[in-house]
DNA sequence: CGGCCTGTGAAAATCCTGTGAACGCAGGCA
DNA sequence: TGCCTGCGTTCACAGGATTTTCACAGGCCG
């Protein structure tokens, strides 16, 4: 493993490592094209592995301020976010839905 | 590091925790996929361990309310969650039977 | 302009819930 | 012992709730 910048966060899930301060998450190294918002979701995802979190936690960390009541765009970007990964990563589901509640990363599948 | 959030009420029974305040029950960390009824009904008899609880008991607690004369509603809880806990810990007996009464929460199997 | 990102609305797909009913087990009794 | 009966367990299903996905309009920037 590379010890060169010692401060950057990175957060890694088997062949997946998010590099939120370099606007990247790569697979095997190779980028994937997330947008920024895409990254954002998933990097506040990442950063608590196996913890359901839920919409308006999401929202907030993500967006910031309250989601509007009826707010679908933490689902819109999951799915997206889902969609971009199944194509790099297609054995693996890294997001889980917990119904009623939020959704939660899970590194190992 | 702190915890995050500040856990109010933490329920254990061996490799099973349940934290209520965070929809989640776990098995060695790893979240089990419990639904919402799921969940309320083994938090509220994990929360009186050893306790023998009738079914109107459990019933108020978790649907509020009284339960129909005939209301299944309960066992059918029971089994479903039976059928997970047992999944996650296949040697243990979390949840006893007792009959003409209604069910009761061990630990320690 | 042309292309991409964003958020919203709504249809489609999926999951959860509670209920009825079939099934099995245990205890009581002749 | 063998049968009967009551209770608990589980299956299947319909209705409702929730999530997933698609399509689109507006905004931004090269």
Redesign the interface.
């Known amino acids: 493993m590379a010890m060169g910048t010692g401060n950057t966060s990175q957060l890694s899930a088997g062949r997946l490592e998010i590099r939120p301060e370099e606007h990247a998450a790569l697979v095997d190294g190779r980028p994937l094209g997330l947008t920024m918002r895409e990254l954002q979701l998933l990097a506040t995802m990442a950063a608590h592995p196996?913890?359901?979190m839920?919409r308006e936690e999401l929202f907030t960390e993500v967006w910031g301020g309250q989601p509007r009541r009826d707010d679908r765009s933490v689902d819109v970007y999951v799915s997206r976010l889902r969609a971009k990964l199944g194509e790099a990563l297609p054995e693996v589901r890294l997001i889980?839905t917990?119904?009623?509640?939020g959704y939660?990363f899970?590194p190992d599948g």
């Open positions: 196996q913890r359901i839920t889980h917990h119904n009623g509640i939660r899970s």
